[in-house]
Each structure stands twice: as structure tokens, then as C-alpha cells.
């Protein structure tokens, strides 16, 4: 996927493939390199945008004024000097950007009077202070400059660069916060705007695309029956058609082509989406037969038969489909796993789903390729490339603590605490939390794991520094010689806390946090403190709790739940496996499309899923909160929480 969509990128990143949002972005680059590349994207609209006539060639084969960081100190100088003053130091800072010079751009921007600026330079200094906000990591800030009084009075009088400069940066910053509907709406006004550029024009119609695509099913239905502007509307229904039946391939392509021949004169009639474009080779290339690969025996037993339960329900209610597979069950428990593998290549398998255990992964890992698209059901080491042919996919809790990390350093938090449970999960989860809380540019206070319910008093209680205040109770009454009247205060220096615990275990932390007087602290917590069980009042302790966690608990109409509700009775523990399954068979006639379009999503039941460059299946899943005892999705809250 590539990033803002502007012409005239410097040489050295017409090839760069970084991500198309400001918060995506920063899941894979630091900070500092992201709004790097950002701004070199942006740096041919400051030239023309700030009218300078000593900056300005005249001649289209004469370059612009080069500096280097030798010469920009008296380039600064000059320009303090010079009649255009602010037209220079707006092209210098945006080269200081280019040489990752932060602190330097951010002071010479301080020079920068914005009521002294003429008014031609309001949006070029707007995108300029709005950037510089976020390599701060503050993008409700930049939000802020971007809509601010001023900058819309100078909308009307802008150049077409900077209109188009201006809106772009806002539809980015707009889908990076989750704003889908106004990144949605700005991303209309630029197709528009963009008639006159194609190129560009199509990249704009791509993320048009990824952002409606973010828009729950049901929003979609009523935007495409509300939107009055025919261009719109078209966008919506062939979103809304699309989302309907993404777990239809057939389906899917056939009223794809539907719409195409009711709207012949739509732009995404004339240029479909990338990822709808591969529908008809998709759907011609599915496999006629399917091996699965599970163990069926042994510790990992329960798990495999409730991931098996879930991709039976998906394979049964795709029956009316054409070209429907047939499935071959095979038991990883009994048998060497190289062996039966080929066993069931040999038996006609044309695609692989498993297997679940990492060792076997491994083992499979050491075959210099595969011989048929196998999609496993775990991720191990996430330094390992996958063999070609492989695609690693599970429920790793490494992608809920990236996630919880980035919507925490969103919400404005800079300093956190982690506490968890000590156990292989909880450390890995936390070492993820970790790594990506860093790379944010976010601090680590205090990290705690816990054990025994028992010690969760004394473990809260140090962790918020009780202790010391009480001491320094004891230390000031021996002082005075008086008794003091006193509440003990918690520390000050933390945002939130980031929790890895079970349902049963966050029941008891979380009142602990309150009694030691830290109960107004944001807990972000993983999946695993939600099974899918309604406890209200038990679950009145997790009030205000905020969690990652899987749409299968919220989507009531999923026909694979009802399946295995009857068939198994649906059993809370299994929640998870049974999503699993259900979306590793939907994902196997998706295997290409996500491989070949990067910007390719899938929105299953454990979540948003795309696929990295080393062919392994990263998670996305749903926000929901406790209140009242009861978990509702983000977008559902009830207005006030009860207590």
C-alpha cells in the first residue's frame, strides 16, 4: 500500500511502499521516519503553494534551491533577511524534515508568526504545524490545525495544490483516528477534485475503498439508501454488496458484476477496486479439495475438534456454492507430520488447512517450499520467514497487545503500567505491549505480573507507591508529634495500565485498583478477559474496562454460530477456536487476493485480518466495554455507565 497520493514524489520514494494512514503507519516505522516520508510526499506542494518568485523557477528545467546541512544554518540567516521570508523558512523546514532534522524543523517552525503569514501561506504552514504534531504523536492536535477557523477562511482563496494538499492530509488523518465517515466524505470531495489527474485520482479511489470497507455492514446498508449524490450512493451499495457476501466467493463476484452493468458510467464501474478485481480468477482457482490437518488426540484435542466444528459450520453453509470442496480430515497426533502431509498431497488435497501445533509448523517450516497453499492454524516465531507456499495464521496475543498499544498512544496516554498474568501468554503479551508501546515513543512506568490472588493487594499496593505515602504519613506525625489525619495518594506518573487477565482474575484486580485509590486509572485489557459469558452481576466490578476482542461475540445473525450452537451446544471455553474455524475456511479462497493487493482486508470473526510480507495473517479485532456489567461494542455504549 502506498502512502498519500501526491505527484511529483522525490526520486527516492517512487518506489516506497510504506502504509496509506498516519496510525498505520506507525504500527511499522518509528515516528520520526514516518512523518519523514510523509513530508518528503508533501514537499512539492510548499514550492508552488507559497508563491515565492525567489523560489519558484521559472523555467520547468531549472531546480529549485538545494540545501544541504551545511548550508542551512545560513540559508535560515538569509532568510531572515530576505523579503519572503516566511515562503524560505516554510521550504527549509519541510528540507529539515527531509534530513530527519525534528528538533531543528520544529524550532525554525517557531520562528513562524501564523498571524503574520499572508494569506497564501496559511495552509502550507497549517500542513506544516499539523505534521509537526504528529511525529509528536498528537493527531487530535493536527485534527485541530486542520479545521481551524483560519484555514477554512483560507480554503476559498487556496490554489488547487493546496486544496488538494489540505484534503488529503485530513482524509488520512481522519481514517487513522477512525473517523471513516468524514475520511469517506473528503475522499468524495477529492475525487472530484482530482478529474484532471488520473494517476492520482485512482490511488485516491483505492483508500476510498479501504475506508468504506472500515464501516459496519448495517452503516453501509443505510448510507447507500440515505446518500442523495449518485456518485456516493454508488460507492455505498457496491461496499454494501461486497461486505454482504465476502464469505461467498461466487456470490460476491456475480452481484459485483451486477452493479457493474447497472452503474456502467461509475468510476469504480470503470475501475473496480484491486481486490474485486481478482474476483473472477479467484473464484475459477478455488480448490476442489481440502486437507485438514488437527490433532485429533492427546492435549490439543478439545481445541481441534472445536476448530474443526467451526470450519464444518462454514463448509456447510457454503454448500449451495459452485465448486463447493470436498474436506479430508487428518489426525497430526498419530502420525509424522512430513508423512501426512504428502499423504493427503497424494489423496488429492490441492490446499492445506493446519496444522495447529507450532512444533509441526516448524517442522514444515524446514521444506524449501510447499507444493499447495497451506494455511496453518498458529504463528511461531515472528522473526522466521514462512516457506513459500505457507501462511501462517492463529490468535496470537502479540496482535492484541500491538493494538491496545496503539489505540492507548491515540487516546493521548504516554505512560503506562503493565501488569499480567505470570504465564506464557501474559509474558508474551507484555513483551509485545512492550515493543510497540516503545516504538510509539511511549514510557513503561512499572511492569508487574502477578500469580496468586492472595498477594494482588500488596502487588497493587507497591505499584502505586501506597506504601510510600503512608511512610511519609508516619515520618511527618513523628515530626509535629501529632496524629494526622490523612488519605494516602497513589502515584501521579501513570496514564493507564495495560492488562493481561482472566475474567475471574480482572474481578478481583480491578477492585483492588480502586480500593488503593488508582480506580480512576484506563484499563486497557486483551480478549482474554471476555469469554462471551453475561455475568452482569459478577462483570459490575469490570465497569469501564476497555478491551480487544472478537466480532463473533457481537454479530447475532452469523449463521455458523447457529450451526454450532445446535450441533455442539457452543461452549463458552471454545469461543475463540470456534471463530477460528469458521474464518480459516473462509480465508482459503482469499489466500491470493491478500497476498497480491496489499491494502486487501478480510473482516471475519476474529477480526480484521491482512496478511504482512512474510505471508503471516495479523489481527485486528473489535473495541467493547464493560458497563453496567454488561460488554457492549464501542459504537453502543449506553450514555452513562452504570456504576
Not at 385 to 405: K, N, R, W, Y
Not at 466 to 476: A, P, Q
Request: proline share 5%.
Amino acid at each position: 500500500m502506498k502512502i498519500n497520493h501526491f505527484t511529483g514524489l522525490p526520486s527516492q520514494l517512487k518506489n516506497t511502499t510504506v502504509t496509506p494512514s498516519i496510525c498505520s503507519g506507525i504500527k511499522h516505522l518509528s515516528i520520526r521516519r514516518y512523518s519523514k516520508i510523509l513530508l518528503l510526499c508533501l514537499a512539492s506542494y510548499f514550492v508552488v503553494a507559497c508563491g515565492s518568485t525567489t523560489t519558484i523557477p521559472t523555467d520547468m528545467t531549472e531546480e529549485p534551491p538545494r540545501y544541504t546541512l551545511d548550508t542551512i544554518a545560513e540559508a535560515i540567516r538569509e532568510a531572515e533577511l530576505a523579503g519572503h521570508r516566511n515562503e524560505q523558512l516554510l521550504e527549509i523546514i519541510r528540507v529539515l524534515i527531509d534530513f530527519d532534522e525534528i528538533d531543528w524543523a520544529r524550532d525554525t517552525l517557531a520562528k513562524l508568526v501564523p498571524q503574520q503569514l499572508e494569506s497564501k501561506q496559511i495552509i502550507p504552514y497549517a500542513l506544516l504545524d499539523a505534521e509537526m504534531a504528529i511525529i509528536d504523536g498528537q493527531p487530535f492536535r493536527a485534527k485541530g490545525i486542520l479545521w481551524s477557523r483560519h484555514v477554512s477562511n483560507a480554503e476559498d482563496q487556496a490554489t488547487i495544490i493546496q486544496q488538494i494538499a489540505l484534503h488529503e492530509l485530513r482524509a488520512d488523518l481522519l481514517y487513522s483516528v477512525g473517523d471513516y465517515r468524514e475520511s469517506i466524505e473528503t475522499r468524495l470531495i477529492l475525487d472530484e477534485m482530482l478529474l484532471e489527474d488520473m494517476e492520482r485520482r485512482e490511488r485516491n479511489q483505492d483508500h476510498l475503498w479501504q475506508a468504506l470497507m472500515e464501516l459496519p455492514q448495517e452503516d453501509l446498508a443505510l448510507e447507500s439508501e440515505m446518500q442523495t449524490n449518485d456518485t456516493a450512493r454508488g460507492w455505498f451499495i457496491l461496499a454494501t454488496l461486497s461486505k454482504n457476501n465476502q464469505t461467498k466467493l461466487h456470490q460476491q463476484l456475480e452481484v459485483v458484476e451486477n452493479w457493474a452493468f447497472n452503474w456502467p458510467a461509475h468510476p469504480a464501474s470503470l475501475r473496480l477496486p484491486a481486490d474485486l478485481q481478482l474476483l473472477k480468477q479467484l473464484s475459477q482457482d478455488q480448490p476442489r479439495q481440502l486437507a485438514i490437518l488437527l490433532p485429533f488426540s492427546g492435549r490439543y484435542a478439545d481445541a481441534a475438534r472445536a476448530i474443526r466444528d467451526g470450519i464444518l459450520a462454514a463448509h456447510y453453509q457454503n454448500s449451495s456454492q459452485e465448486n463447493h470442496p470436498i474436506i479430508k480430515l487428518y489426525d497430526t497426533s498419530k502420525d509424522d507430520i512430513d508423512s501426512l502431509y504428502d499423504q493427503a498431497l497424494s489423496e488429492g488435497a490441492e490446499l492445506v488447512i493446519g496444522p495447529l501445533e507450532k512444533e509441526r509448523i516448524a517442522q514444515l517450516l524446514l521444506r524449501p517450499e510447499l507444493p499447495v497453499p497451506t494455511l496453518t492454524l498458529n504463528r511461531i516465531n515472528a522473526e522466521l520467514d514462512s516457506t513459500p507456499g505457507m501462511f501462517q495464521f492463529g490468535l496470537a496475543v502479540e496482535d492484541e497487545a500491538e493494538q491496545v498499544a496503539l489505540q492507548a498512544w491515540r487516546d493521548g496516554h504516554r505512560s503506562a503500567m503493565i501488569l499480567v498474568e505470570n504465564s506464557g501468554q501474559g509474558q508474551r503479551s507484555a513483551a509485545s505491549f512492550r515493543e510497540h508501546w516503545s516504538r510509539l515513543g511511549g514510557e513503561i512506568v512499572r511492569e508487574q505480573s502477578y500469580l496468586e490472588q492472595k498477594a494482588y493487594s500488596q502487588l497493587i499496593k507497591d505499584s502505586m507507591h501506597i506504601s510510600y505515602s503512608n511512610d511519609r504519613r508516619k515520618r511527618l506525625a513523628r515530626l509535629i508529634g501529632k496524629t494526622l489525619e490523612f488519605e494516602p495518594r497513589r502515584r501521579k506518573d501513570i496514564d493507564f495500565i495495560f492488562l493481561y487477565a482472566r475474567p475471574s482474575q480482572a474481578r478481583q484486580l480491578k477492585p483492588t485498583l480502586a480500593f488503593h485509590y488508582a480506580g480512576d486509572l484506563p484499563v486497557y485489557a486483551t480478549s482474554k478477559i471476555y469469554n462471551g459469558k453475561v455475568d452482569s452481576k459478577m462483570d459490575r466490578d469490570l465497569n469501564n474496562i476497555r478491551f480487544t476482542t472478537l466480532p463473533w461475540f457481537f454479530n447475532k445473525t452469523l449463521p455458523e454460530k447457529h450451526s454450532i450452537e445446535q450441533l455442539t451446544g457452543n461452549n463458552a471455553n471454545y469461543q475463540s477456536l470456534y471463530a477460528l474455524g469458521v474464518d480459516a475456511y473462509h480465508l482459503h479462497p482469499r489466500l491470493k487476493q491478500l497476498e497480491l493487493i496489499k491494502q486487501a482486508q478480510f473482516y471475519g470473526s476474529t477480526g480484521k485480518l491482512r496478511l504482512d510480507e512474510k505471508r503471516k495473517i495479523h489481527r485486528e479485532q473489535a473495541w467493547a466495554q464493560f458497563a453496567g456489567g454488561k460488554v457492549f461494542p464501542l459504537s453502543d455504549l449506553p450514555n452513562q455507565n452504570a456504576r
